[in-house]
C-alpha cells in the first residue's frame, strides 16, 4: 500500500470494532488492557470530535452466533440478551455517529455498514477496536475487498492473544491496508 499522507476528512469514517462490556470483559487482552483500548478509541474519536469524519460504533449481537464465538464460562444463556452496552464515554451531542450491530465476525456482512459508507461518500475507514484477529480483521478484510482504502490504529487494538496480533499486524494487514499508529494518524491530520 502507498502510505497516506493527508486524509480528506469528509471522505474518512473511524470504525471501532466491539468495544462493549461483555467482549472486553470476557478474557485479558494484549498487547494493551482493555480499559487501555477504551482510553485509546475515545481519544481518538475526541480528535475528530469536530470534523467531517464519521464515527462508526460497532457491537455484536453474541446471541446470533454463539458458536462463532463461545463463552464457556456460562455468562450468558441462549436467549438471553447480551451486555453490549458501549464502553465509550461522552459521545453525547457528538454529530456524525452512526452504530451499527453485527451478527457475524466482520462488521459488512449482513448489516447495512456498506450502505451507510457509500450514501456519505466514504473512501477511507480507520479502523481499531478488538480483537485484532477476529472482529478487525475480518472489517478490514471486508473493507479491503469492496475498494475501501483500510488504515488499521496498531495501538488501537488488542487481541486476547499477543502472538496472534503481532502476526496479524506484521503479516497480514499491510498485504490489504496501511498500519498505522495514533501518533502517525495525528501527524496525517496536520498534513
Not at 499522507?5 to 470483559?25: C, F, G, H, P
Not at 478509541?41 to 469524519?53: P, R, W, Y
Not at 458458536?67 to 436467549?79: A, I, Y
Amino acid at each position: 500500500m502507498i502510505p497516506t499522507t493527508k486524509l480528506e476528512l469528509s471522505k474518512t469514517a473511524i470504525v471501532v470494532i466491539d468495544l462493549q462490556e461483555d467482549i472486553l470483559a470476557a478474557k485479558p487482552l494484549f498487547p494493551i488492557s482493555a480499559q487501555e483500548v477504551v482510553t485509546r478509541n475515545t481519544a481518538l474519536i475526541h480528535t475528530f470530535k469536530d470534523t467531517d469524519v464519521l464515527t462508526v460504533l460497532v457491537t455484536v449481537d453474541r446471541t446470533t452466533f454463539q458458536g462463532l464465538f463461545p463463552f464457556p464460562d456460562g455468562t450468558m444463556h441462549p436467549g438471553e440478551s447480551p451486555r453490549s452496552v458501549l464502553t465509550i464515554p461522552t459521545l453525547g451531542g457528538q454529530a456524525n455517529v452512526i452504530q451499527i450491530t453485527k451478527h457475524n465476525p466482520g462488521a459488512f456482512f449482513g448489516t447495512d455498514l456498506d450502505l451507510q459508507l457509500r450514501r456519505r461518500g466514504i473512501q477511507t475507514i480507520i479502523l481499531t477496536g478488538v480483537s485484532t484477529s477476529n472482529g478487525v480483521y475480518a472489517t478490514a478484510l471486508d473493507a479491503y475487498q469492496s475498494t475501501y482504502h483500510v488504515l488499521i490504529v496498531e495501538d488501537a487494538c488488542a487481541d486476547r492473544d499477543l502472538e496472534n496480533h503481532q502476526f496479524f499486524f506484521r503479516k497480514l494487514f499491510p498485504r490489504i491496508g496501511q498500519v498505522t499508529t495514533q501518533k502517525e494518524l495525528a501527524e496525517m491530520l496536520t498534513k
